[in-house]
């Protein structure tokens, strides 16, 4: 086995978004800060790449490519913000609407993260692509303030992945709740 050791300076990079025609990314991909890259949502209903180039310049311009993949399935949630109480949990009535996921009673299954945030009480599918479900959100606690994120996500065995979609707890005021200060 033959080894070869040599001076190799720090890397520098540049990186961009590559396309026969085009200069930006075809879903609204976003480059955040040095190399990171957030993929937009597909709604073209037709599987899209994303292709980025990085070229290391301080090593003699050494290049390479990365291919992203997006898919076309996607769900959304309405509401994508939903209260939340100190010390009562509340019932909340969600829409979930999916490109591609073909929905099915039997089938379909939500899961929560973190869990112990939300509990699925009960769903009616609408098949191919429309879920209304009946959430239970549990209570924050007397310290809680503050609002959180909640990852649903919904997975369909006919689908090969799973798809989700991000909400907002947040709490509901004090005031609101009929909480006097004397």
């Known amino acids: 086995m033959a080894s070869e050791t040599g001076d190799c300076n720090t890397p520098e990079y540049e990186w961009y978004f590559k396309h026969k025609d ?9 480059e955040e800060g040095i190399c ?7 709604s073209r209903g037709e599987k899209l790449t994303d292709v980025i180039e ?8 050494i290049t390479g490519e990365a291919r992203i ?18 010390l009562i949990p509340i019932p909340v009535l969600i829409v979930i609407l999916g490109s591609n996921t073909n929905f099915d009673m ?3 299954e939500m899961s929560f993260n973190p869990p112990g945030n939300i509990l699925g009480v009960g769903k009616l599918v609408f098949p191919p692509e429309t879920i209304l479900a009946i959430l239970l959100v549990n209570p924050a606690g007397l310290e809680a303030e503050g609002s959180s994120t909640v990852t649903i996500t919904v997975k369909t ?24 200060n004397n």
């Open 69 to 86: 993949n997006i898919s076309t399935t996607y769900i959304q949630v309405f509401p994508d913000e939903i209260w939340r109480l100190h």
């Open 54 to 61: 990085v070229k290391d310049t301080a090593n003699g311009d």
């Open 157 to 180: 065995p006919t689908v090969a992945e799973e798809v989700s979609y991000k909400v907002v707890l947040k709490m509901l005021p004090w005031i609101l709740e009929g909480k006097t």
């Open 106 to 108: 039997s089938n379909t």
């Open 36 to 42: 990171i890259y957030t993929a937009g949502q597909n």
């Open 22 to 30: 085009l200069e930006d990314s075809e879903i609204d991909a976003q």
